[in-house]
């Protein structure tokens, strides 16, 4: 590149941070510590999720299968199709995918099954309840270790108010300073200068001067403490920190979301430049999947298909929304003729739910940003809604199953 997109000051920062952590080597070991069911329930075993671990050990066995369904209704593939992979967003904290785990087995004997997808989102603070106190593992531990997502994506907006010492041990190890301010209770969140409203800047998402550390150092946080190893970028400059920080990681990635509107070629190649310029030694990156935004024509998706393609960098699947909140975008919102289209073209596509397209209580974004405490007292009302989106996607997959699309589930959707 003509020019560089991190200069030595920032290459150092950021060098610091992860060394102060244990290193790329001791921070990628935790991670797969972290991941194992036997440790995750070991230590969830003196909490308040403990039970809902056992028994969410004992739902899944009622979970309908996927085998079952192609046998009676006769599903065959065709090999010019592409696959589509299932993805549902809104599993926010244990008590809600516990609920949602739930309602599909209840439902198992019913006219339509309910398959669990292949990748879960979730846009729950990274507060240091959610993290420490076991809220994020047990919901790591449902979605992946029970349920068998493939990938489970973990938000992280830097506006979160956490205690002062998060900040001063940045601080310590990179030498920056961070203007900060009180958020009651002992905690105090990064100044975001240019936050109008809470929704005018989505909740905190500003990474202005280098307030991008704040970012790395909580998904190194959860990393460590969780095995959480995938995450939802908030902005461009923490995507160029990621590739350049996650480039030695090889099990930390991070998802790119559709509120960057990577919906043309254009800004496609923008994207792939950045990621070929901190590109692993074997030619992955720490992004492995992209939302092509909500605008995108199903035309330009399979041209950013094969962009991706041509540009030889590994693992990267491309997402698109299929239905949406109604205070996301248009009430109509509906692509999945489109989807169609791309898959019957013959290229890959990952299939997303931020809503089951009926207006429902709770099917909103400002539900993503609710206290923990209103969190709790709607957990069941917000895991009914995921239950309807995981509902609504099963339909779509059946759709494209008869029609010869192969279509990626959970795990435990499989055996």
């Not at 899944?60 to 992979?85: L, Q």
């Not at 309602?103 to 507060?127: D, G």
């Not at 609504?392 to 435990?412: D, L, N, W």
């Amino acid at each position: 590149m003509r020019f560089e997109l991190l200069s030595d000051s920032d290459m150092k920062a950021m060098d610091a941070l992860k060394e102060s952590h244990g290193g790329a080597k001791g921070i990628a070991d935790t991670i797969e510590q972290m991941r194992d069911f036997e440790t995750r329930k070991q230590i969830l075993a003196d909490t308040d999720y403990r039970e809902m671990i056992e028994e969410a050990e004992e739902l899944v066995k009622r979970f309908p299968k996927v085998e079952d369904f192609e046998k009676a209704d006769g599903i065959t593939y065709r090999e010019e199709m592409g696959t589509a992979t299932s993805q549902v967003s809104g599993f926010q904290g244990a008590r809600v995918t516990h609920r949602c785990m739930r309602r599909i087995a209840e439902a198992a004997s019913s006219k339509v099954p309910v398959f669990v997808p292949a990748e879960m989102i979730s846009v729950v603070a990274l507060t240091e309840d959610y993290i420490y106190r076991g809220n994020l593992m047990a919901t790591l531990a449902m979605a992946e270790n029970i349920m068998g997502v493939d990938w489970f994506c973990t938000a992280n907006l830097i506006g979160t108010p956490l205690p002062e010492k998060r900040f001063k041990d940045i601080e310590k190890a990179t030498g920056v300073r961070f203007e900060t301010k009180p958020a009651g209770d002992g905690l105090v969140q990064l100044v975001l200068t240019n936050q109008g409203t809470f929704f005018g800047n989505f909740g905190g998402i500003e990474v202005a001067n280098d307030n991008h550390l704040v970012y790395l150092d909580g998904i190194t946080r959860a990393a460590k403490t969780t095995g959480a190893n995938f995450f939802l970028n908030p902005s461009w400059s923490t995507i160029i920190a990621v590739c350049y920080y996650g480039r030695d990681i090889p099990n930390l990635y991070i998802k790119i979301s559709m509120m960057l509107s990577t919906q043309n070629l254009m800004q496609l190649r923008m994207l792939l430049n950045i990621m070929h310029e901190y590109i692993r030694e074997d030619m992955t990156s720490p992004i492995r999947e992209i939302n092509i935004g909500n605008a995108v024509s199903p035309q330009n998706f399979v041209k950013c298909s094969k962009e991706l393609e041509k540009s030889g960098i590994r693992g990267v699947d491309l997402a698109a929304h299929i239905l949406i909140n109604p205070d996301l975008g248009r009430a109509d919102f509906d692509w999945f003729e489109d989807s169609l289209k791309v898959l019957e073209n013959g290229r890959d596509l990952t299939f997303k739910y931020e809503s089951d397209g009926q207006s429902r209580e709770f099917d909103t974004m400002e539900t993503y940003f609710l206290p923990e405490e209103e969190r709790i007292a709607n957990a069941q009302k917000i895991g009914d809604v995921i239950y309807y989106k995981t509902l609504q996607c099963t339909k779509h997959a059946i759709e494209y199953m008869r029609r010869g699309i192969p279509v990626r589930f959970g795990q435990s959707s499989l055996r």
